[in-house]
């Protein structure tokens, strides 16, 4: 069974910084391009960042893009994601999911979410 399970996230000051795990089941991380994306309240899905399992190429949205840096661990199946000096619009539920390709916009497994909220 594909499983993801997302952790690490919570709540943080302005400016800090906080890691988010991915751990993955039923799957190799190579098997598909891993992507971050996040919802907030009343807004659309936004996807932030993904790592190509071609090439490992690494893509990140303009509104993170400097700040946050996606990784991944291939023995031990867990995706990453680094976020440094963070922004009260940050402030959302995040998620870890598989694409067929990096920008393909369709994703085909993702887990149950970390809440992040920052504060001023």
């Known amino acids: 069974e594909v499983r993801l399970v997302e952790s690490g996230g919570g709540l943080v000051q302005a400016g800090g910084s906080l890691r988010l795990s991915c751990v993955v089941s039923?799957?190799?991380?190579?098997?598909?391009?891993m992507s971050w994306f996040r919802q907030a309240p009343g807004k659309e899905r936004e996807p932030l960042s993904c790592?190509?399992?071609?090439?490992?190429?690494?893509y990140y949205a303009d509104s993170v893009n400097g700040r946050f840096t996606i990784s991944a661990d291939n023995v031990a199946n867990t995706l990453y994601l680094q976020m440094n000096s963070l922004k009260a619009e940050d402030t959302a539920v995040y998620y870890c999911?598989?694409?067929?390709?990096?920008?393909?916009?369709?994703?085909?497994?993702w887990g149950q979410g970390a809440q992040v909220t920052v504060y001023s």
């Open positions: 039923g799957f190799s991380l190579n098997d598909y391009a």
């Open positions: 790592v190509s399992a071609i090439d490992g190429a690494r």
């Open positions: 999911g598989t694409e067929a390709y990096c920008l393909y916009g369709q994703y085909e497994h």
